[in-house]
């Protein structure tokens, strides 16, 4: 076996294995609600994939999950845990908010929407960045600094929109004026209702940049190798903490322009709690797409497509059931790598 081909091997197999597991699991958990497996999926695949709405709505939650996962998928890549996506797509949410209020009404949607692009991505990457400076500078655990900004940020910004950005009787920001990029819906018709917006295409482009970031550039590859083998790397002219401010500045930034799905894409101001928990299943998503850029793509549609699917079928079964099955496709995922890749390593070696 050739040393590509196993790696493709421990890359595809474990996904695959859980999704077995979850599939087993979720049947065994669904018959003890006493509702049949085939009905259950096949009202999960209606709600989701089945139908124009559905299927918008689940590309909604891809579309934040991409971004989320990617925040989480550099940082590791550079042997960092950025537990503060949910921070930093808020932080992103309330900077294009800022922006699109700031912009005068006649300045034309592409061009109003790249500027709130860009002010997303600079509030989230300001986030990441303290926890990179830290990190950096002074050898300070990110785990515990992006922690504690979740709770700071988002107390901050919930603030600053009750106390001074707030519409009456309500805690979101005016509507803004310009920026708001099109629905689905707009071009075609069968998307009515559904929140799927062309931010989904910005957040499939980051996906390809960073998989070109990582495996076609010299940064790339220095933070890969970071990653890997810090002292090696460190030896090799590399500089730690440089590679590691750098991580958490990309992740921070992509997922500050997660936000723009919500503001701009979606209800056009920034409302407290509007990625309520996204940042979180960002985690799950990186680990589930092996924090690589096209395995997080597939992996968000994933994640969307169960928490879609939880809606689908309250009416016979829990939607939380769609919350455990996403716990058990995690769980499987960490069990299954170190087992297949040890099964292939032992084939290989009686190959050879």
Same mark, same amino acid.
């Given at each position: 076996?050739?040393?590509?081909?196993?790696?493709?091997?421990?890359? #595809?197999?474990?996904?695959?294995?859980?999704?077995?597991?979850?599939?087993?699991?979720?049947?065994?958990?669904?018959?003890?609600?006493?509702? =049949?497996?085939?009905?259950?999926?096949?009202?999960?695949?209606?709600?989701?994939?089945?139908?124009?709405?559905?299927?918008?709505?689940?590309?909604?939650?891809?579309?934040?999950? @991409?971004?989320?996962?990617?925040?989480?998928?550099?940082?590791?890549?550079?042997?960092?845990?950025?537990?503060?996506?949910?921070?930093?797509?808020?932080?992103?949410?309330?900077?294009?908010?800022?922006?699109? !209020?700031?912009?005068?009404?006649?300045?034309?949607?592409?061009?109003?929407?790249?500027?709130? #692009?860009?002010?997303?991505?600079?509030?989230?990457?300001? /986030?990441?960045?303290?926890?990179?400076?830290?990190?950096?500078?002074?050898?300070?655990?990110?785990?515990?600094?992006?922690?504690?900004?979740?709770?700071?940020?988002? $107390?901050?910004?919930?603030?600053?929109? $009750?106390?001074?950005?707030?519409?009456?009787?309500? #805690?979101?920001?005016?509507?803004?004026?310009?920026?708001? /990029?099109?629905?689905?819906?707009?071009?075609?018709?069968?998307?009515?209702? =559904?929140?799927?917006?062309?931010?989904?295409?910005?957040?499939?482009?980051?996906?390809?940049?960073?998989?070109?970031?990582?495996?076609?550039?010299?940064?790339?590859?220095?933070?890969?190798?970071?990653? #890997?083998?810090?002292?090696?790397?460190?030896?090799?002219?590399? =500089?730690?903490?440089?590679?590691?401010?750098?991580?958490?500045?990309?992740?921070?930034?992509?997922?500050?322009?997660?936000?723009?799905?919500?503001?701009?894409?979606?209800?056009?101001?920034?409302?407290?709690?509007?990625?309520?928990?996204?940042?979180?299943?960002?985690?799950?998503?990186? !680990?589930?797409?092996?924090?690589?850029? /096209?395995?997080?793509?597939?992996?968000?549609?994933?994640?969307?497509?169960?928490?879609?699917?939880?809606?689908? @079928?309250?009416?016979?079964?829990?939607?939380?059931?769609?919350?455990?099955?996403?716990?058990?496709?995690?769980?499987?995922?960490?069990?299954?790598?170190?087992?297949?890749?040890?099964? !292939?390593?032992?084939?290989?070696?009686?190959?050879?």
């Amino acid at each position: 076996m050739s040393g590509r081909a196993m790696r493709w091997d421990e890359t #595809l197999l474990p996904p695959l294995m859980a999704l077995a597991i979850a599939a087993v699991v979720g049947d065994l958990l669904i018959l003890a609600f006493g509702a =049949s497996p085939g009905h259950v999926f096949g009202l999960l695949f209606e709600g989701t994939w089945g139908n124009a709405y559905g299927f918008g709505q689940t590309l909604y939650k891809t579309t934040t999950l @991409v971004c989320t996962g990617l925040a989480v998928a550099i940082p590791l890549r550079a042997g960092l845990f950025n537990i503060g996506a949910e921070s930093q797509i808020a932080a992103g949410g309330f900077a294009a908010a800022l922006a699109g !209020l700031a912009l005068p009404a006649g300045v034309p949607w592409p061009i109003a929407a790249v500027l709130c #692009l860009l002010a997303a991505a600079i509030g989230g990457g300001l /986030v990441a960045a303290v926890p990179g400076a830290l990190r950096a500078k002074f050898g300070a655990s990110e785990v515990i600094v992006t922690i504690m900004l979740n709770f700071i940020v988002l $107390a901050f910004l919930n603030w600053v929109v $009750a106390a001074k950005l707030h519409v009456p009787e309500s #805690l979101h920001t005016p509507e803004i004026a310009t920026g708001g /990029v099109p629905r689905f819906a707009d071009f075609i018709s069968i998307f009515h209702g =559904s929140a799927a917006n062309v931010t989904l295409f910005v957040a499939l482009a980051l996906a390809a940049k960073m998989w070109w970031y990582l495996f076609r550039t010299k940064q790339g590859y220095e933070l890969r190798a970071v990653g #890997l083998q810090p002292e090696a790397a460190e030896n090799g002219g590399v =500089s730690l903490g440089r590679t590691w401010f750098q991580a958490m500045l990309i992740g921070g930034a992509i997922a500050g322009a997660g936000g723009i799905n919500y503001v701009l894409g979606y209800k056009h101001y920034y409302e407290e709690g509007f990625a309520t928990g996204s940042g979180y299943i960002g985690i799950a998503v990186a !680990l589930v797409g092996r924090n690589h850029p /096209v395995g997080i793509v597939f992996a968000a549609l994933l994640f969307a497509t169960l928490s879609q699917g939880g809606l689908a @079928v309250n009416a016979v079964v829990p939607k939380q059931l769609m919350d455990v099955l996403q716990a058990v496709v995690i769980l499987a995922v960490a069990v299954c790598v170190p087992e297949v890749r040890r099964v !292939l390593r032992a084939a290989g070696g009686r190959a050879a």
